[in-house]
């Protein structure tokens, strides 16, 4: 059982340049969402989804594009990188249940440098 | 819109001693989750601890305990018998009720936690 993949693990863009964090569950998540860790800020929301053709903004969506066209991958697309998008990303997934709690599974980042 | 602050940057601990983590949270919900994260050097995210504010009794994971105080919207985490194991850099996080399937977590800056031999 892999559990969340994310792929690359570390990556190095010039500004302008896009790129395409890759983000794979193989235990039939409905959720999985995309995070960002900088130093002093914890890890922030940008984007999620509650489903295959479903997704929302988090709290830093701006730059990033999303899309679900299954329910095993989740892909983040960086447009036109800039140097405030460096950061280490973080995927993560979990089922969802009606009246529980049912604990999120995080990969293992992905850490992008923009030059 | 919810808030979580850790406001202890850095602790350190002798090893086998206490510790003790801060966290506060903002909040205008009645029901939720509160979390402690550890992620050591490898980046890897890895759950503590996990509370529901609706339970009074505060939750314990072997050498981890929670102090969660609703009323003042507090969730401290103390270890105990701390080991060299423990030294991580540790996210409080909060989650409200589900909603539509959306399972957003809030997290506070972190604290870096070392552990002296």
């Known amino acids: 059982n892999a559990g969340v993949t994310q792929t690359p693990k570390f990556q190095v863009l010039k500004t302008g340049q896009s790129m395409t964090l890759q983000c794979a569950q193989d235990?039939?998540?409905?959720?999985m969402s995309w995070y960002r860790q900088d130093p002093g800020m914890g890890l922030r929301l940008i984007h999620y989804?509650?489903?295959?053709?479903?997704?929302d903004q988090g709290e830093v969506p701006n730059g990033y594009n999303v899309s679900r066209s299954t329910t095993e991958d989740f892909p983040l697309r960086l447009l036109s990188a800039a140097p405030s998008q460096t950061s280490v990303y973080f995927c993560?997934?979990?089922?969802?249940?009606?009246?529980?709690?049912?604990?999120?599974?995080f990969g293992d980042g992905t850490r992008l440098s923009i030059l | 819109a919810q808030t979580v602050t850790q406001s202890q940057p850095e602790m350190s601990v002798q090893e086998a001693e206490t510790v003790t983590l801060s966290c506060t949270y903002d909040t205008s919900e009645s029901d939720y989750y509160l979390f402690w994260y550890k992620q050591p050097p490898s980046r890897q995210m890895i759950l503590v601890i996990r509370?529901?504010?609706?339970?009074?009794q505060n939750a314990t994971e072997n050498r981890f305990s929670v102090n969660f105080q609703k009323a003042a919207k507090s969730f401290s985490l103390k270890i105990s018998d701390s080991q060299l194991g423990d030294a991580a850099m540790y996210f409080c996080a909060y989650r409200g009720i589900l909603f539509q399937g959306a399972q957003k977590l809030v997290f506070g800056q972190g604290t870096r936690l070392t552990i002296n031999p």
């Open positions: 235990m039939n998540h409905e959720y």
């Open positions: 509370q529901e504010a609706y339970k009074q």
């Open positions: 993560a997934s979990s089922s969802v249940h009606r009246t529980t709690d049912q604990p999120q599974h």
């Open positions: 989804s509650v489903g295959a053709g479903i997704t």
